[in-house]
């Protein structure tokens, strides 16, 4: 059995919290992959509201922005990810495959054979 690992940063500044996972990764990570906040939110299922919502909070809690935008008008819109995002990313993935490699160390002695789940009859 290999354990999942699944994380969040909860960190302040100045009395704003900003919590940082998977969530918030998928977003900046599509963001990347789309060049744009509406299409990254589809790709994920979420309303553009909320993922605009969440790019300006991390944004504003970041010490400098993840993601740069431009209005839309004749020669459209877009976002992107900015050099500190993307750093941001890679840290973050490093530091969650560091933490999966320290829990399947470290638990493996502990965990035994988890049989698989049983398929669902139609």
């Given at each position: 059995m290999r354990p ?5 940063v ?22 990347a ?15 553009y509201r909320?993922?605009?919502?969440l ?33 941001f ?7 969650e ?16 054979h ?7 009859r139609?």
């Open positions: 999942d690992v699944r994380f969040h909860l960190a302040t500044k100045g009395g704003a919290a900003l919590a940082i996972g998977p969530g918030k990764m998928a977003l900046l990570e599509a963001i992959a789309t060049g744009s906040i509406s299409a990254a939110a589809r790709s994920l299922g979420m309303s909320r993922a605009w919502m790019v300006d909070e991390t944004n504003r809690c970041l010490a400098q922005p993840a993601v740069a935008t431009a209005t839309g008008g004749e020669g459209g819109g877009g976002a992107a990810l900015t050099g500190f995002g993307a750093a990313i890679a840290t973050y993935r490093a530091i495959r560091d933490a999966r490699a320290s829990v399947d160390a470290k638990l493996a002695p502990f965990l035994g988890v049989p698989p789940r049983a398929t669902r139609r």
